[in-house]
């Protein structure tokens, strides 16, 4: 049984720095691209940041650039996203996701929970 498992929202004031993790078992890891994705009150789900099974690739929407960095720890099985000078348009809930397509923009085959990411200006 896959699960991926999101930790690390919370409340901070807008300029602070967050770490998200996301704990994942159940699949051959190393073998799966990971995504993180939000998706904010009334509005869809999207891509933010999106990592290469190596980690030698990676994505970001714009709106994140240079802000965000995601990572992955295949021994730890677990994907990250250092979420820095959080903006007041950066709250939602925070999604991983694994996909055995190497790139972004395709369908994710597993998804977490999520965590929610609030941010007071």
């Known amino acids: 049984q896959v699960q991926l498992v999101e930790s690390g929202g919370g409340l901070v004031q807008a300029g602070d720095s967050l770490r998200l993790s996301c704990a994942a078992s159940?699949?051959?890891?190393?073998?799966?691209?990971m995504g993180w994705f939000r998706q904010a009150p009334g509005k869809e789900r999207k891509l933010v940041a999106h990592?290469?099974?190596?980690?030698?690739?990676?994505y970001y929407v714009d709106s994140v650039k240079g802000r965000f960095t995601i990572s992955r720890d295949n021994a730890e099985n677990s994907v990250y996203l250092q979420m820095n000078s959080l903006k007041p348009e950066d709250p939602a809930v925070y999604y991983c996701?694994?996909?055995?397509?190497?790139?972004?923009?395709?369908?994710?085959?597993?998804w977490g929970r999520g965590t929610l990411v609030t941010v007071s200006s």
């Open positions: 159940g699949l051959p890891f190393s073998r799966y691209a």
């Open positions: 990592i290469h099974w190596s980690g030698g690739r990676t």
């Open positions: 996701a694994a996909s055995t397509v190497p790139e972004p923009g395709y369908g994710m085959d597993y």
